[in-house]
T-cell receptor, first 113, second 112 residues
């Protein structure tokens, strides 16, 4: 039973560029959330998708956007990258009904130079 | 605004030396307090969910407890493989239901 999978595992981009990160949720899960984890910090909530709609959003600028597809997979897009966007980006999934805890992938390490 | 504070920031133990990690929280309508373990370069791995004050959960050498203001993760006779960052998170009710608010984590190192 595959857990949450994310791609790519590592990425290096230049300031001002755009990036797309991808996530496949755990089998049977229909809700996907994205978190940003800076070095030495806990994860911070970016947004959550359910039924292909953004259901809730954290304190992140509009440069951060996302999408959920009919198969429940999801993308996170970041435009006009800043040095401060360098972080580990974590995708998490959970069933819409059932246990509240999230299942996390191993993340995408984004470095902006 | 929901807040989670973990202490200490780092903890170094000798193998077999029991200790506790603290998670203090303020949240509007707690809908769950979660403990995760995170190894370097990996995503957080779920350990426990606690829902109400007085609740306790155990798994191997770990035991989590919950009061109305804080949670403790007790580690009994730790082994080097327990070395990791331990994260605490809360889920609030109402319009914040969808997100988890995390603390900054406690880095645990267990020496043989």
């Amino acid at each position: 039973d595959a857990g949450v999978t994310q791609s790519p595992t590592h990425l290096i981009k230049t300031r001002g560029q755009q990036v797309t990160l991808r996530c496949s949720p755990k089998s049977g899960h229909d809700t996907v959330s994205w978190y940003q984890q800076a070095l030495g910090q806990g994860p911070q909530f970016i947004f959550q998708y359910y039924e292909e709609e953004e259901r809730q959003r954290g304190n992140f600028p509009d440069r951060f956007s996302g999408h959920q597809f009919p198969n429940y997979s999801s993308e996170l897009n970041v435009n006009a990258l800043l040095l401060g966007d360098s972080a580990l980006y974590l995708c998490a999934s959970n069933p819409g009904q059932g246990p509240l805890h999230l299942h996390f992938g191993n993340g995408t390490r984004l470095t902006v130079t | 605004e929901d807040q989670v504070t973990q202490s200490p920031e780092a903890l170094r133990l000798q193998e077999g030396e029991s200790s506790s990690l603290n998670c203090s929280y303020t949240v509007s309508g707690l809908r769950g307090l979660f403990w995760y373990r995170q190894d370097p370069g990996k995503g957080p791995e779920f350990l426990f969910t606690l829902y109400s004050a007085g609740e306790e959960k155990e798994k191997e050498r770990l035991k989590a407890t919950l009061t109305k203001k804080e949670s403790f993760l007790h580690i009994t006779a730790p082994k080097p493989e327990d070395s990791a960052t331990y994260l605490c998170a809360v889920r609030a009710g109402g319009t914040s239901y969808g997100k988890l608010t995390f603390g900054q984590g406690t880095i645990l190192t267990v020496h043989p």
